[in-house]
């Protein structure tokens, strides 16, 4: 489970994130919403331990964030808004590299990787180096490396960016499957419909806080709509599409 409480992270005068505050249980995809500048990828920054809050608690399965980073992070796995993967390396060599991180013996390493290789259709390149790939592709080298110590939980920021139909279906049945072994998802999307199609709960965060939070059907009723998008439109006062 992750949960922050009163996170607030300033960049100069500008204060990108104001007091968010959310709870992401285990077992349960838990999606941020917001427009473009909101604060979303500011707040999981700060919850996966790439940036230290101003103010503020955030502990994974009870560990503290700040105080205590490495333990919580050993609890994650993560895929940032940028891969950043060494382009020299091949996707095989990226998950076997994060797997030694993570302490992984051989055997049961080489079992995941195959693993992770099969289900993301990386078969076609998992022996290619990784300069040069795709969006796409390198979005989903980037998901096997954040799965293969199988993590408790999962942050995902945009994690379909980029993929064509395939590799999305694909990414989305992954999360279904973390959240039906009772993982912990957290992940933000541009995509509406694929926030309402796959998470439970849903905290919409405008101008650094967070506006509102619950399933797609609350969001809803909450503010008299009946799509989500203009559930949307109305709580966070922005025109146009989600980011």
Known sequence: MI??????????????VDGVSFAAP???????????GAGKTTSLRMVYGLMKPDSGSIEVDGVDV???????????????????????????????YFGQLQGIPGGELEKRMDH??????????????????????????????????DPQNVILDEPTNGLDVMSTRAV????????????CVVFSSHVMQEISALCDRIVVIARGQV??????????????????????????GVQGEAA
């Open 26 to 36: 285990d077992g349960v995809v838990t999606g941020l919403l917001g427009p473009n």
């Open 66 to 96: 700040v105080s205590k980073p490495q333990a919580a992070q050993a609890r994650m796995g993560v895929l940032p808004d940028l891969s950043g993967l060494y382009q020299r390396l091949t996707p095989r060599e990226h998950i076997r």
């Open 116 to 149: 992770l290789i099969e289900i993301l259709e990386l078969k076609g390149i998992a022996d290619r180096r990784a300069g040069g790939f795709s969006h796409g592709e390198r979005a989903k080298v980037g998901l096997a490396r954040a799965l293969v110590h």
């Open 211 to 236: 506006v509102a939070e619950g399933s797609a059907e609350e969001l809803t009723a909450l503010t008299g709509k009946t799509t989500l998008e203009d559930a949307f439109v109305a709580l966070t």
């Open 172 to 183: 989305r049945e992954v999360i279904r499957h973390l959240r039906a072994t009772k993982r």
């Open 3 to 16: 949960r922050a409480e009163n996170l607030v992270k300033t960049f100069g005068a500008v204060r990108a």
